[in-house]
């Protein structure tokens, strides 16, 4: 399923049309990567002979190239995310528009320790471009690693706060390790491919540098396969992969509680509608602050706290009142 091999040519003839549920890359930089030591007066010693860079101007045709057949193997309804730096953004988001795939997000990644420079801005972001392919039943886990009613500190919902298309997450530092050049934290592919996969399911990367995402998806029990042109990375990582366990990932992972707020989406009859306001109307003459009555009447009702919220706004401003009931125990 591993391929020392060029990814267009290679997927031409190795992966079928519409057989892969998920695709996580992060292609060459287009910004003479394999240079970038002298660059940045990085230490590189660790690092793999032979990365393999893209011509800054062979750089659009060849993410056109690699795009369209992603697009092609990914099943209707799987998930593609595409890591980039700014340079060569246009490319791959012109390459994207000439696909049949939809955008979903655009994240912005931040992480630690950006490159110093002192006549302009810090880079210390990437994009992350999230798209799927249409006609088929997209893979989205809402609660992969929060429930729907779970809250921080503040009190503020910890699901919605996970899902933001923000994400700052450090990258990760082996001093002493042999190493690709780029490797994407354990902690970034897991969010992905928890998120956008299920156990099982088949992953690639059309750009395995490290292995890092077959290394995390055979982890985390899904399957894998991919691309690496760089012989020296490749026969490095090969046997490196050998090591992993599928699934040693998942008894790591922490426990989601069960969800809470059932009946989240779901369409009110008066009646029920009628009986919530009454309620809290009821819990407020008590003394009952409103935030905490929608927060009780949420979890009564297994509806989201804005729901309940602004179904009380409502009553309130059309001047209307319910009838009495009394069903909050």
Known sequence: MFYNEDCIESAKKYLKSNSIDLIISDPPY?????????????????????????????YPEFSQKWITEAARVLRPGGSIYIVSGYSQLRHILNALANTPL?????????????VYTSKKYISSHYHILYYVKP???????????????EKSANGGSLNYLDREDVWIINREYKP??????????????????LYSSNENDLICDFFLGSFSTAKVAIGLGRRACGFEL????????IKEIEKIKSGELLSG???????????????????????????????????????????????KY?????????????????????????LFD
């Not at 990567?33 to 393999?52: A, C, M, P």
């Not at 760089?230 to 990582?237: G, L, R, S």
């Not at 509806?303 to 009931?325: H, T």
């Open 135 to 149: 006609n088929g039943n997209v893979t989205f886990n809402t609660n992969a690693f929060f429930a729907d009613s």
């Open 302 to 326: 297994g509806r989201g706290y804005w729901s309940i919220s602004k179904m009380v706004s409502s009553f309130k401003l059309n001047g209307s009142q319910p009838p009495s009931v009394s």
């Open 102 to 114: 939809q955008e979903k997000n655009h994240i912005v990644w931040k992480y630690n320790f950006g």
């Open 176 to 193: 002493g390790q042999i190493k690709n050049k780029n490797e994407l934290p354990k902690s970034l592919l897991t969010k992905m491919i």
């Open 230 to 237: 760089n012989k020296n990375a490749f026969d490095y990582q």
């Open 253 to 299: 992972l922490r426990q989601v509680p069960k969800n809470k707020l059932v009946n989240k989406g779901k369409s009110l009859s008066q009646e029920e509608t009628n009986q919530i306001v009454s309620e809290f109307n009821q819990l407020t003459k008590k003394g009952m602050s409103q935030k905490n009555a929608c927060d009780a009447l949420s979890g």
């Open 30 to 58: 287009g910004i003479n990567g394999d240079r970038l030591d002298k660059h940045y007066n990085r230490d590189e010693s660790n690092v793999l002979d032979g990365y393999v860079e893209v011509p800054k101007k062979e």
